[in-house]
T-cell receptor, first 115, second 117 residues
Framework: AQSVTQLGSHVSVSEGALVLLRCNYS??????LFWYVQYPNQGLQLLLK??????LVKGINGFEAEFKKSETSFHLTKPSAHMSDAAEYFC?????????????FGKGTHLIIQP | NAGVMQNPRHLVRRRGQEARLRCSPM?????VYWYRQLPEEGLKFMVY????????ESGMPKERFSAEFPKEGPSILRIQQVVRGDSAAYFC???????????????FGSGTRLTVV
C-alpha cells in the first residue's frame, strides 16, 4: 500500500520568500503524485500532478514540484510567497490502475505567510 | 459547467439522528468518491461508486454508514445514529473515468461540514 508523509504541519515564511513544502512517499510501484491546496471552508483544488512524464512539474499560481525517485520525494516550491498563498496544502499519491482505491493523502501542511 | 456540488454546506445533527449528505458530480462524470477529513488530518478515502454500483467501500466504517449513487439524482452518503466522532468535513469528488485519479486528479466539491451535538 502507498503512503505519504508531509514534514511539518505548519510552515511560516515571509512574503516574498521562498516556499518549500516537503512531501515523501512510499509506493511499491512507480506512483502518480499530486499537490492540492485547500483554502478555509473550501474544497481541494489541484495545484499540479506528476504522472511519469517530466520530473519537474509546473502548476498553477507559480508553484512547481520535482519528482526525485532516489529520494522518494515530491517537494512543492514557489520562488516568492504571496499573502494569497496562505492555505492548507496536501500531497497525495495514487498508483497506476489503482483508481478504485482513490488517492492517499498526507496530513497536510498549513502555510502561513508573514507580512 | 458547474463543478461538483455538495449540499448542505453545513449540517448540525443531535446524537442519534440521521445525516444525509448529497453530492452531484460534474456533468459527464459517472464516478464518485467520498472522503472524510477529521480535524488536523488529511482526507481519508471512504467509498468509490459508479452509477448504481459500489466499486470500493474499503474505507467505510462497517456500521451506520452507507452510500449510494442511483441512476438518477445525486450520490448520497448516509450516516445513521450519528455520534460526536462523526463530526468532520465530508468531501465528494468526481471523475469521467475510473482511473482518473491517476490522470486527472479528480475534481472535489466544497464539502459538507457535519457537526454532531
Amino acid at each position: 500500500a502507498q503512503s505519504v508523509t508531509q514534514l511539518g504541519s505548519h510552515v511560516s515564511v515571509s512574503e516574498g520568500a521562498l516556499v518549500l513544502l516537503r512531501c515523501n512517499y512510499s509506493s511499491s510501484v512507480p506512483p502518480y503524485l499530486f499537490w492540492y491546496v485547500q483554502y478555509p471552508n473550501q474544497g481541494l483544488q489541484l495545484l499540479l500532478k506528476y504522472t511519469s512524464a517530466a520530473t519537474l512539474v509546473k502548476g498553477i499560481n507559480g508553484f512547481e514540484a520535482e519528482f526525485k525517485k532516489s529520494e522518494t520525494s515530491f517537494h512543492l516550491t514557489k520562488p516568492s510567497a504571496h499573502m494569497s498563498d496562505a492555505a492548507e496544502y496536501f500531497c497525495a499519491v495514487s498508483v497506476p490502475g489503482g483508481g478504485a482505491d482513490g488517492l492517499t493523502f498526507g496530513k497536510g501542511t498549513h502555510l502561513i505567510i508573514q507580512p | 459547467n458547474a463543478g461538483v456540488m455538495q449540499n448542505p454546506r453545513h449540517l448540525v445533527r443531535r446524537r442519534g439522528q440521521e445525516a444525509r449528505l448529497r453530492c452531484s458530480p460534474m456533468k459527464g462524470h459517472s464516478h464518485v468518491y467520498w472522503y472524510r477529513q477529521l480535524p488536523e488530518e488529511g482526507l481519508k478515502f471512504m467509498v468509490y461508486l459508479q452509477k448504481e454500483n459500489i466499486i470500493d467501500e474499503s474505507g467505510m466504517p462497517k456500521e451506520r454508514f452507507s452510500a449510494e449513487f442511483p441512476k438518477e439524482g445525486p450520490s448520497i452518503l448516509r450516516i445513521q445514529q450519528v455520534v460526536r466522532g462523526d463530526s468532520a468535513a465530508y468531501f465528494c469528488a468526481s471523475s469521467p473515468q475510473p482511473t482518473s485519479s491517476a490522470n486527472y486528479g479528480y475534481t472535489f466539491g466544497s464539502g459538507t461540514r457535519l457537526t454532531v451535538v
